[in-house]
């Protein structure tokens, strides 16, 4: 099965230009990436819709155990989450207005560490290509113990004249089986 270069992990390209560490668009786009894990974090999941574009993509593939000849096919066409705006819209609407999220109830808490930020823009002006590297830990319910997870994220972030919306994203786990028990929770 032939999978999209959507979903393969960033690579330095020589087509597109990298934004430098430290310029004004990359401690923009930094601090775009902060505010969204402490609105994940901590709930804030209406507010952080508002941060989600209306033609959004947002996919988890799931990751195929491959012999090292058939590497580039790692990740199956099919996933854990593949949505769009209104699937995303439903998502946070069941967990914040429903008490039918029982997969959430109670809630997990979680710490999501964003780190290996790259940026590049695109063709297109004002929208840039994002590639981070995200550990996140989650602990449920009276358990001791806590659940981790190990993703790269390729995202394309779109500057709207006010601030920046998440226009896709794709969530590579590093993990074939998850070791936790639902990911009912976004990435």
Known sequence: MSIS????????????????YGSEVYNQIMGWMIREARLLDHRLLDEWQTYLAEDLIYKVPVRLTRRVQGFDAEFSEVGHMDDD???MTARVQRLTGTKSAWSEDPASRVRRF???VSVWETDIPGEYKVSSYLLLTRNRADARDYKQLSAERNDRLRWNGERYMLVSRTVLVDQVVLGMPNLAIFL
């Open 5 to 20: 270069t959507e979903l393969k992990p960033a690579t330095t390209s020589t087509t597109l230009t990298e934004v430098p």
């Open 85 to 87: 705006y209104g699937s």
């Open 114 to 116: 964003v780190t290996n």
